[in-house]
Nanobody, 123 residues
Framework: QVQLEESGGGLVQAGGSLRLSCAPS????????MGWFRQAPGKEREFVAA????????YYTSSVKDRFTISRDNAKNTVDLQMNNLNPEDTAVYYC????????????????WGQGTQVTVSS
């Protein structure tokens, strides 16, 4: 079983940057494509970004494309999400997850989840 732990969240002003990191433990990290999701208060959890096993393919929701960058370091066992030019609409709890199968954009394609890290962007 894979356990995931996110870190790097915090409070930042609009226009600022944060870098989130996800560190899986247990299981074989290299077997999984990975994704980041977020959930704002009162809203459903939504897809943010995903990265393939090798890191050669990345996927983004349109609202973060050109601002966020997902990356992975299989040697260090980490998956990062660099978030630039943040705005208040990015405020949410951010989760990383292992991709099981299927469409990378769909939440049902992911099985193991972390506890999340809070990102708050002030205006």
């Amino acid at each position: 079983q894979v356990q995931l732990e996110e870190s790097g969240g915090g409070l930042v002003q609009a226009g600022g940057s944060l870098r989130l990191s996800c560190a899986p433990s247990g299981g074989t990290f290299r077997r999984y494509a990975m994704g980041w999701f977020r959930q704002a208060p009162g809203k459903e959890r939504e897809f943010v970004a995903a990265i393939s096993l090798s890191g050669g393919k990345t996927y983004y929701t349109s609202s973060v494309k050109d601002r966020f960058t997902i990356s992975r370091d299989n040697a260090k066992n980490t998956v990062d999400l660099q978030m630039n030019n943040l705005n208040p609409e990015d405020t949410a709890v951010y989760y990383c997850a292992t991709h099981y199968s299927g469409n990378h954009y769909e939440i049902r394609s992911y099985d193991y989840w972390g506890q999340g890290t809070q990102v708050t962007v002030s205006s």
